[in-house]
């Protein structure tokens, strides 16, 4: 295997702004793969006007149960409104409840058969790495082989440093740091599930030390500090917004991500660190 390198957009369908940045994204052959949302407000959009124009993008389930409106009647999970009010931590406590994990499965079922049911899907994954907590990752690799979906998500991030000074003195990043700690222990004990199920995952994942910092040094560090052969995955959350107007004066970090997928420097980058990229169709085929 050579190393391969996939850059995927979380939240497909999540609103107009995603979407815009997904078409872009895979028109400019850096993006491509996304994961799409079964309840975002724009996923008719992404179904009936985004993926018909992207013929080579890989489409995925990003499975959500942190935020937005469920799909099922799931108390454990929403309030009366039926809006998803689970923190990580309550998540990961209320996955030893048998009681939240058939509900969690049904709202699961859904979102997944939505999907399905409109276009087709070779990987899975979660908002906020939900599906990472280990009982919960034990349901999705489960899905994932009923559904026939043959990839799902870990999230082993390999810590690096990029230049940058501000990316690091800030109060987004030791959180940061926290996240890949506790994922990176979750990949360990989900691996072996992977491995039961004869499911497909990344070896590496770049985007959890610099979540809400993404730009195109992050990706460019992330893998320079790869060395071997893998799958490594990259998750970014692009937004391409109609004119400069709707940003404030400080471009948020979803405007940054977007000019990621526009950076035909940085895919220079992918060939000379040695990586093909790639889509998680092509790498399902070796």
Do not use: W
């Not at 809006?83 to 997944?112: C, D, H, T």
């Amino acid at each position: 295997m050579k190393k391969k390198f996939i850059l995927n957009a979380d939240d497909f369908g999540m609103s107009e702004y995603y979407n815009k940045a997904v078409l872009e994204g895979a028109r400019a052959k850096i993006l491509t793969s996304a994961s799409l949302c079964a309840n975002g407000e724009n996923f008719e959009q992404a179904i009936n006007e985004i993926i018909p124009q992207c013929p080579d993008l890989s489409v995925g389930v990003h499975l959500n149960i942190i935020e937005g409106k469920s799909l099922t009647e799931c108390p454990m999970l929403t309030n009366e409104e039926g809006n998803f009010n689970n923190g990580y931590i309550a998540l990961i406590l209320k996955s030893f409840n048998k009681e939240f994990m058939k509900q969690v499965e049904a709202e699961f079922r859904a979102q997944i058969e939505k999907i399905t049911d409109c276009t087709k899907v070779d990987h899975i994954d979660s908002h906020v790495h939900t599906h990472a907590i280990p009982n919960i990752f034990r349901l999705t690799a489960k899905l994932a082989d009923e559904y026939k979906i043959p990839y799902i998500r870990t999230q082993y991030e390999k810590p690096y440093i990029t230049p940058s000074i501000k990316k690091h003195f800030n109060t987004k990043y030791p959180p940061n740091i926290l996240k890949i700690i506790l994922l990176n222990t979750f990949t360990i004990l989900n691996r072996p599930v992977v491995k039961k199920y004869g499911l497909k995952t990344n070896d590496y994942l770049i985007g959890v030390g610099y979540t809400g910092m993404m730009d195109s040094k992050t990706i460019e560090y992330g893998l320079k500090n790869i060395h071997k052969d893998c799958i490594a995955e990259a998750l970014i959350h692009p937004c391409k917004y109609d004119n400069t107007d709707t940003l404030t004066s400080t471009p948020d970090s979803h405007h940054f991500e977007y000019l990621i997928t526009q950076d035909n420097a940085l895919r220079d980058k992918f060939t000379e660190f040695g990586f093909d990229l790639v889509n998680h169709s092509s790498v399902l085929e070796e």
